[in-house]
T-cell receptor, first 114, second 111 residues
Framework: DAMVIQNPRYQVTQFGKPVTLSCSQT?????MYWYQQKSSQAPKLLFH???????NEADTPDNFQSRRPNTSFCFLDIRSPGLGDAAMYLC?????????????FGPGTRLLVL | QKEVEQNSGPLSVPEGAIASLNCTYS??????FFWYRQYSGKSPELIMS????GDKEDGRFTAQLNKASQYVSLLIRDSQPSDSATYLC???????????FGAGTTVTVRA
């Protein structure tokens, strides 16, 4: 089945220790998104890629970076995690970046910062 | 004003009853509206999309859209314990395919 896969499902890191979260998709979608979701809050868009074009949200901290080496894979790098970065990180994809398109979510990675 | 606001929960309904969830949005140019279901500790799953004013039914779910009032709702008929989850309303940003999400309404269906 075509799907969005995230690894790892759970990640524990230490304060200030860089961490990378991974997302892959078999849907062959052009657009890949990274969201941060804290408990009882709305998913917050961090950035997205339209093909190779990176689009950052204005309020995304510099501590968060992303890479998309090919169509299938996208990575979220947190350079120096703080306690406030503990959250669920959701990867999503959509087909062509058009209105009325559904976003499909991966299972998420829950990040714990010690 | 938040871009997308949902009625605060939690919402508790007895099994078999109708659960009614409401969502308002601030951007009058929005054109795409989605309801996602999110079980605790899981990722959002699309259950309904609606683009035109009026009602859209899919099984036990009915979405209602009123663009003039900037209001979208979701009705869950014959609620089941498996419907217990948080329901997220998502709206596209005007002239953009990116979505803004509400904080969600948590529904608990009592057996």
């Amino acid at each position: 089945d075509a799907m969005v896969i995230q690894n790892p499902r759970y990640q524990v890191t230490q304060f200030g220790k860089p961490v990378t979260l991974s997302c892959s998709q078999t849907l062959n979608h052009n657009v890949m998104y990274w969201y941060q979701q804290k408990s009882s809050q709305a998913p917050k868009l961090l950035f997205h890629y339209y093909d190779k074009d990176f689009n950052n949200e204005a309020d995304t901290p510099d501590n968060f970076q992303s890479r998309r080496p090919n169509t299938s894979f996208c990575f979220l790098d947190i350079r120096s995690p703080g306690l406030g970065d503990a959250a669920m990180y959701l990867c999503a994809t959509s087909d062509k970046g058009q209105l009325k398109e559904t976003q499909y979510f991966g299972p998420g990675t829950r990040l714990l910062v010690l | 004003q938040k871009e997308v606001e949902q009625n605060s929960g939690p919402l508790s309904v007895p099994e078999g009853a109708i659960a009614s969830l409401n969502c308002t949005y601030s951007d009058r140019g929005s054109q795409s509206f989605f309801w996602y279901r999110q079980y605790s500790g899981k990722s959002p799953e699309l259950i309904m999309s609606i683009y035109s004013n009026g009602d859209k039914e899919d099984g036990r779910f009915t979405a209602q859209l009123n663009k003039a009032s900037q209001y979208v709702s979701l009705l869950i008929r014959d609620s089941q314990p498996s419907d217990s989850a948080t329901y997220l309303c998502a709206v596209n940003r005007a002239n953009d395919y990116k979505l803004s999400f509400g904080a969600g309404t948590t529904v608990t269906v009592r057996a």
